[in-house]
């Protein structure tokens, strides 16, 4: 009886320890706030890790199949209801199925959703910069865009797009541009492994990765004869704020629904929420917090 009665005890001693460590994790991100070490983290966001709805809470299960191949490409199926090409080596792994509930999960828990402050309306004209795979185009279509610009710098993920949305090409729902957004126009180099899809960097002092366009926002959507645009969806692997500074006359012009990552750096949130504001965005909301392994945290998304 004495053996039963240890491990007992040594199993709730062992969850003790670790309530008491999420509890620890939760209340840093305050601590570090109140002795002055985040300047640039708004309230909200390092408030929100005390957020009572988000104990214990777990994200759906792994749901990915696998549907067919051609050739380099594969068609995978997500949650059973969307289905999108990907490169024919990439691997299914739960870091995809989290990219998928990046988009799709609508819980406070994913502070990476994107239409929680900001919706996609019923006849907007949607640019998603940092298109990749493919899932916030399924998002904004779904919600009712007349038309969604997919800016993609990956040439492979590029084409995987247009196999993805052949049929909203043909019907001019989706248009598909292999180029990066900067502040200026020009060309650069992308880095990018097919293994890990979602990833990708810009390096124009590296000979290295393929050369792609650079456009800016003004120039892209001019080349495209698009008129305005509604929402605009950032996520470019910590180019937001140069491409934001490209962006610049389409903001003061159209005043687009903003919905940028902003957890790449510590200092991403601060500064695209200066040039937001220069362009004249009163209501901005932070969400999520995050650190990147450099112990300074950050919000995960600007809305505006």
């Not at 104990?55 to 594969?74: N, Y």
């Not at 989290?98 to 990476?112: I, M, Q, R, S, T």
């Not at 996520?235 to 389409?250: H, R, Y």
């Not at 929420?273 to 220069?278: C, V």
Request: charged share 20%.
């Amino acid at each position: 009886m004495l053996e039963p009665c240890l491990a007992a005890r040594r199993a709730a001693k062992s969850q003790n320890n670790l309530k008491f460590s999420g509890l620890i994790q939760r209340l840093r991100p305050l601590a570090h706030k109140l002795a002055g070490r985040l300047p640039l983290c708004p309230w909200p966001s390092v408030l929100s890790t005390l957020n009572p709805r988000l104990l214990g809470v777990m994200p759906p299960a792994l749901d990915i199949q696998e549907i067919t191949t051609d050739g380099a490409f594969k068609k995978l199926r997500f949650g059973g209801r969307h289905e999108a090409w990907f490169p024919a080596n990439v691997a299914i792994t739960p870091d995809m199925w989290g990219e998928y509930l990046c988009v799709f999960w609508d819980h406070p828990k994913n502070a990476h959703y994107y239409l929680r402050h900001t919706p996609v309306k019923t006849g907007d004209v949607c640019v998603d910069c940092g298109a990749c795979e493919g899932f916030f185009v399924f998002q904004a279509l779904e919600a009712g865009a007349a038309k969604v610009i997919c800016v993609e710098a990956g040439k492979v993920m590029a084409e995987c797009l247009a196999r993805t949305f052949e049929k909203e090409i043909a019907a001019g729902r989706v248009i598909i541009q292999h180029a990066a957004l900067g502040a200026l126009n020009g060309t650069t180099r992308f880095n990018f492994d097919s293994l890990n899809p979602f990833g990708g960097s810009l390096n124009s002092l590296s000979d290295d990765g393929e050369i792609v366009p650079v456009r800016t926002m003004e120039r892209l959507l001019a080349e495209l004869h698009i008129p305005r645009i509604d929402f605009l969806k950032m996520d470019i692997e910590g180019a937001e704020i140069q491409a934001v500074e490209g962006a610049l006359p389409v903001l003061r012009r159209d005043h687009p629904r903003l919905a940028i990552t902003t957890y790449h750096r510590p200092f991403d949130y601060a500064a695209l929420r200066a040039l937001a504001i220069s362009t004249g965005y009163c209501r901005i909301k932070s969400t999520g917090l995050t650190e990147r392994g450099d112990g300074i945290y950050r919000p995960m998304m600007l809305h505006a």
